[in-house]
């Protein structure tokens, strides 16, 4: 398990961009594929991206592919999601979370998770 810190977030128009951040915290860090997650009211949980460690696996979620690019600074502690062209339907509070595995199943291999941040996309 990692600790994760989230910064970013906030209320858009859509079509417009966002950016989000998590960091581990801490002086020392793991090799974590690391990843991001959102959820709304009455739903489950959803998957939305994961980059592995060096980068060399990236998954999307088909309803962001095309949208939002995930990628590590190069310290690899931190990863980011550049979200562009939002919609509505983008609304969700985001989870960043974090895996010991380099190709982790979505629904089961993240066990840290982020505080949470909230994204709102007007219509």
């Known amino acids: 398990q990692v600790q994760l810190v989230q910064s970013g977030g906030g209320l858009v128009q859509a079509g417009d961009s966002l950016r989000l951040s998590c960091a581990q915290s801490?002086?020392?860090?793991?090799?974590?594929?690391m990843g991001w997650f959102r959820q709304v009211p009455g739903k489950e949980r959803e998957f939305v991206s994961y980059?592995?460690?060096?980068?060399?696996?990236?998954s999307y979620a088909d309803s962001v592919k095309g949208r939002f690019t995930i990628s590590r600074e190069n310290d690899r502690n931190s990863v980011n999601l550049q979200m562009n062209n939002l919609k509505p339907d983008d609304t969700a509070v985001y989870y960043c979370?974090?895996?010991?595995?380099?190709?982790?199943?979505?629904?089961?291999?993240?066990?840290?998770w982020g505080q949470g941040t909230q994204v709102t996309v007007s219509s």
């Open positions: 979370a974090a895996s010991p595995l380099a190709v982790p199943r979505p629904e089961g291999d993240f066990n840290s």
């Open positions: 801490g002086p020392f860090f793991s090799s974590y594929t």
């Open positions: 980059i592995s460690w060096r980068g060399g696996v990236v």
